[in-house]
């Protein structure tokens, strides 16, 4: 009697095709889990700020079961973690900033998982003299994504730092749905 509740139960589940289809931040959440690995590029700024202009190194990592993306640079080699992660059906992002913040960001629903965008929803810690306001990822290919960050400064004025990252030689992508 209880395997044909369960056939039963099952049989009801696969007429569902939504129960078994993920959710947009799934499919984002998935697309950037994709991208672990070691990546080198240029950050480029608007206004061009020298201290932050030039090469950068960054460095993906799936962690805790999958249940968390964790995203580092190292700028004046101190290590700045940025945590992404599944919060309900909410793909959320924090940034541990070495100006001794954390901004708590929410992705925008989008229908395209290769291009995710945080917007601002809280901030933790000191306000000054800077904080992320802003985070967008664009996945141009396995080897290839860019990283669009906008800072808000004193006065409300903002810095977009522009990351154009590859895959560093030698670093293979995870296999397919890791």
Not at 31 to 59: C, F, H, M, Y
Not at 103 to 114: F, L, T, W
């Amino acid at each position: 009697m209880k395997s044909l509740a369960l056939l039963l139960g099952v049989g009801v589940l696969s007429l569902c095709p939504s129960a078994w289809a993920q959710s947009p931040s799934q499919s984002s959440f998935g697309a950037l889990k994709n991208l672990a690995g070691t990546w080198t590029g240029r950050v480029t700024t608007d206004p061009p700020n020298p201290e932050i202009d030039g090469s950068i190194q960054v460095t993906i990592r799936v962690a805790s079961r999958g249940n968390v993306l964790v995203h580092e640079i190292a700028p004046g080699g101190v290590p700045e973690p940025t945590l992404i992660f599944l919060e309900r059906d909410r793909l959320t992002l924090v940034h541990y900033c070495e100006a001794g913040n954390r901004p708590r960001m929410v992705a925008r629903r989008s229908p395209d998982p290769k291009i995710v965008e945080f917007d601002f929803v809280e901030l933790s810690g000191k306000k000054g003299p800077a904080y992320l306001h802003h985070f967008r990822w664009t996945i141009l290919s396995a080897d290839h994504h860019t990283e669009d960050w906008t800072f808000m400064l004193p006065g409300d004025k903002r810095l977009h730092a522009h990351f154009d990252l590859k895959r560093a030689k030698g670093d293979a992508p995870p296999p397919a749905g890791k």
